[in-house]
């Protein structure tokens, strides 16, 4: 996160203030920035490994696949709606209910 230039600036004048007040202090920072050139700029960046993305992307995924492919799977058939009756049936037995008009799976 950039910082804003009023920001900058006053952290820029305590930094020319310590520097001068505590010349011991300036020059301890000064040697641990040289230690780690690399990371100069980035001191509060994390280093994530292409095996860790690779594990952060494949937990992901299963995380967003799992739950409809359940919903999918579990979800029975549905137990309400026309059955079909042949015409001949319907004709031998009125009123009789028929069994054949449940749907497989769901109870009376």
Not at 75 to 82: H, I, L, Y
């Amino acid at each position: 996160m950039n910082l804003s230039r009023r920001e900058a600036r006053v952290l820029a004048e305590i930094e020319r203030t310590l520097r001068r007040q505590d010349r011991a202090f300036a020059s301890s920072i000064d040697a641990l920035n040289a230690v780690r050139p690399e990371r100069a700029g980035r001191r509060f960046a994390c280093r994530v490994s292409r095996r860790e993305l690779a594990y952060l992307a494949l937990a992901t995924l299963t995380l967003a696949v799992t739950p409809p492919v359940l919903i999918v799977t579990l979800s029975g058939p549905p137990c309400s709606g026309p059955a079909v009756v042949s015409a001949a049936r319907a004709a031998t037995a009125p009123g009789t209910p028929d069994q054949d008009q449940r749907l497989p799976g769901c109870t009376p």
